[in-house]
């Protein structure tokens, strides 16, 4: 089963059950895809529909910061919920140890030496940011190459 079925059969357990939450953010991802596939004039597959989860994601966690400054725990709570429920159709994020690996293997094939400084961080970031996508958040992707580079 495709990504976009699994999404669509679990909006409509949302609405059976009544899970709000649940069921808003589905649709939000649903409208997500549909607004691609618009904009692209072709079918989103399921890496297409991973890297729109991600960016979601993103969008979310770079709200809870705000939320946070303006006291609102309500809208905080809403948007952890929400990325919870994201997170789910994920594919496995990386981890600290793995993602390091990445870089230390694509800073060796592009000739970078380890703690050889910031000058280097552009040729990293790209090539690993392409490993990665959909894998790993680019901040935590960022901090990983910078403790690398020294």
Partial sequence: MSLKETLNNDFKEAMKAKDKIRKDTINFVRAAIKQTEVDT??????????AIL???????????ADFEAAGRQDMLDQYKAEIDVLMEYMPQQLTEEEMLNIVKQTAADLGIEEGSGRASMGKLMGPVMGKVKGLADGNDVKNIVLKFLG
Avoid: H, N, P, T
């Avoid at 004039?41 to 991973?50: L, N, P």
């Avoid at 991600?54 to 809870?64: E, S």
């Fill in 41 to 50: 004039r072709e079918e989103v597959d399921d890496q297409g529909i991973a």
């Fill in 54 to 64: 991600a960016k979601q994601v993103k969008m979310r966690k770079d709200a809870l």
